[in-house]
């Protein structure tokens, strides 16, 4: 499968853990995006990331809340403290340079308790 | 903020054309409208995208109103498995970065 993967698909945590998400997008893609999504609720953007360097981050992504692409490659999602506010779908997506359409991943949901 | 309004639950019956609709009266002029479906626990899906005119590809038709403030998706024979969560987007250009700007999504069951 040459789609975008992330791992873990579930992740149950205590309230105050550190969680780690990983994310590897499409090779080609030098684009990448992680979006929040609530129950209910479409997705939201989180931050984005144009090879490695990281252009934007939402007001949503608070001092918790860190993103790195090292290598333009994968991407990481730490959120650290972990709040039951916390608990959602969080998503993957990338894009190539040039193109329009994002392709997503299945998501990691993480329950906080 | 969401730009896009659409129902929050439609149903269709099988073998019939279900028509989603959605409304961007504050969308601009560069702005495109992108439509995307996600079926439970899964990520969302790419299904169409358009600017002005009318487009269409293997999986539905969308269109476009004249003015631009409002569209329709169209899948023109349902089966079970568009069952989904139908998401009409706009994408945004904000400090040179394209967002979509999700809304809440029209929920389609298809009906047998």
């Known amino acids: 499968d040459t789609g975008v993967s992330q791992d873990p698909r579930h992740k149950i945590t205590k309230r105050g853990q550190n969680v780690t998400f990983r994310c590897d997008p499409i090779?080609?893609?030098?684009?990448l995006y992680w979006y929040r999504q609530t129950l209910g609720q479409g997705p939201e953007f989180l931050t984005y990331f144009q090879n490695e360097a990281q252009l934007e981050k939402s007001r949503l992504l608070s001092d918790r809340f860190s993103a790195e692409r090292p290598k333009g490659s994968f991407s990481t999602l730490e959120i650290q403290r972990t709040e039951q506010g916390d608990s959602a779908m969080y998503l993957c997506?990338?894009?190539?340079?040039?193109?329009?359409?994002?392709?997503f991943g299945p998501g990691t949901r993480l329950t906080v308790l | 903020d969401a730009k896009t309004t659409q129902p929050p639950s439609m149903d269709c019956a099988e073998g019939r054309a279900a028509n989603l609709p959605c409304n961007h009266s504050t969308i601009s002029g560069n702005e495109y409208v992108y439509w995307y479906r996600q079926i439970h626990s899964q990520g969302p899906q790419y299904i169409i995208h358009g600017l002005k005119n009318n487009e269409t590809n293997e999986m539905a038709s969308l269109i476009i109103t004249e003015d631009r403030k409002s569209s329709t998706l169209i899948l023109p024979h349902a089966t079970l498995r568009d069952t989904a969560v139908y998401y009409c987007i706009v994408r945004v250009l904000v400090s040179g970065t394209y967002k979509y700007i999700f809304g809440t999504g029209t929920r389609l069951k298809v009906l047998a």
């Open positions: 997506a990338s894009s190539p340079s040039t193109g329009n359409e994002q392709f």
């Open positions: 090779s080609e893609h030098n684009r």
